[in-house]
């Protein structure tokens, strides 16, 4: 909503990029780089009163074959918004394309990401890798992967609740009921990464009366 009122206010200042993925007669294209740019093109004409808009966003085709997850990491590592969730589903992209995965032209589920979590990463990409997700380090790289370990309802949750990868990594020790009930707590009481870290070296087990 907010890059939607950014958008009317002040206009689109960079072009979304698409992958022409088109089969025969059928044009399709899979967004590279905006998802976030488009939706909020969306928004400004279906919800968005007083603003006339068909919809449509400014784009750049770029050929199946130059099309890069590293790009696109630049990008979304470049602007502010990305939760900790994204940025775990950013890493795993990252490693995928540089052992020889391809990008699903569809929709994928946690599951495609957590591949990425059984791959090294090949000798001489970390740099690069590291330098996409915005200059962090190894260990910082890992803590961002390594919560794709969490259930698909948690990271939903996570995600939907932009919990910080500071509190998640503790809720990597929790059964999968326990992490969500965890989070549950966390955004309900707004605790923070040591106050979680806490109440689970306490023991942390959800109860009917909890």
Request: proline share 2%.
């Amino acid at each position: 909503v907010s890059m939607a009122l950014t958008l009317r206010d002040d206009g689109l200042v960079n072009a979304i990029t698409v992958v022409d993925i088109s089969e025969g007669v059928m044009r399709l294209y899979r967004i590279e780089t905006g998802e976030r740019r488009y939706w909020a093109a969306w928004l400004l004409r279906d919800f968005i009163s007083g603003y006339e808009s068909d919809g449509m966003i400014e784009c750049r085709v770029v050929s199946h074959d130059r099309t890069s997850v590293f790009r696109q990491a630049k990008e979304n590592t470049a602007r502010h918004g990305l939760t900790a969730v994204a940025m775990a589903r950013q890493a795993a992209l990252l490693i995928l394309s540089v052992n020889g995965y391809e990008i699903p032209p569809y929709a994928v589920g946690n599951d495609y990401y957590r591949q990425a979590l059984e791959l090294r990463i090949p000798r001489g990409s970390a740099a690069e890798i590291y330098m996409a997700m915005g200059g962090i380090d190894k260990r910082r790289f890992s803590q961002y992967k390594d919560l794709l370990n969490l259930s698909d309802e948690a990271l939903e949750y996570a995600d939907r609740h932009s919990l910080d990868e500071g509190v998640l990594r503790h809720l990597l020790k929790l059964s999968p009921d326990d992490q969500l009930e965890m989070m549950r707590q966390i955004v309900q009481f707004n605790l923070s990464g040591k106050q979680v870290e806490a109440i689970i070296e306490q023991g942390f087990q959800v109860s009917e009366d909890q």
